[in-house]
């Protein structure tokens, strides 16, 4: 079985740091697409950011140049740096891939969420 656990999330001021991380852990033979995803309350979930398994991201144009996405493939482990946080990027941030299993066709998996918010 797999599961993605996410972690880093918390409350920040304004123009303040935070960095999440997402752990895949189970029956892992490769991860393909990861993302990083937000939900504020009131409003649909939205992709913030992806990344492919050679490290091709994009970014949602509301994080660009704030938001960094990353991944170490070795540890199966990915992360978003987010700088210069503002009150809109408030939400339950959600970690999600594609993984297959040894024998199984990869499918799309969802971590718990964490929240963040950014207030003064």
Known sequence: QVQLVESGGGLVQPGGSLRLSCAATG?????YAMG???QAPGNQRELVASINYGGRANYADSV????TISRDNARNTMFLQMNSLKPED???YYCSGEIASPGLYRRGYWGQGTQVTVSS
Do not use: C, N, P
């Open 36 to 38: 990083w995803y937000r």
């Open 27 to 31: 029956s892992i033979f490769s991860i």
């Open 90 to 92: 408030t939400g339950v």
């Open 64 to 67: 660009k140049g704030r938001f």
